[in-house]
């Protein structure tokens, strides 16, 4: 089992950026696939990006070219790199890993 716990959320102007970072309560070195999730309100639950092990990523259309996944299998990190952001972006990012782990998610307004 592991607890994912996310940070650096909050509120930016459209064209700004955040960070996302997801710790791990133990070493992700094992775990395969890890990745971020985000829900809007009344919407239901899609995939942002997901990184393998070996460092494979994969994005949704929506964010390629702006956002950008890494992983630290030394410090049990996942991190969410979020550039030119927009209104549309904002919403509940959840860290996965495993394909059935989640935490608790972090709120992210993007204002107009």
């Known amino acids: 089992q592991v607890q994912l716990v996310e940070s650096g959320g909050g509120l930016v102007q459209a064209g700004g950026s955040l960070r996302l970072s997801c710790a791990a309560s133990r070493s992700i070195s094992s775990i395969n696939v890890m990745g971020w999730f985000r829900q809007a309100p009344g919407k239901q639950r899609e995939l942002v990006a997901i990184?393998?092990?070996?460092?494979?990523?994969n994005s949704a259309d929506s964010v390629k070219g702006r956002f950008t996944i890494s992983r630290d299998n030394v410090k049990n990190m996942v991190y969410l790199q979020m550039n030119s952001l927009k209104p549309e972006d904002t919403a509940v990012y959840y860290c996965?890993?495993?394909?059935?782990?989640w935490g608790q998610g972090t709120q992210v307004t993007v204002s107009s």
């Open positions: 990184i393998t092990r070996s460092g494979i990523t």
């Open positions: 996965y890993a495993d394909g059935r782990y």
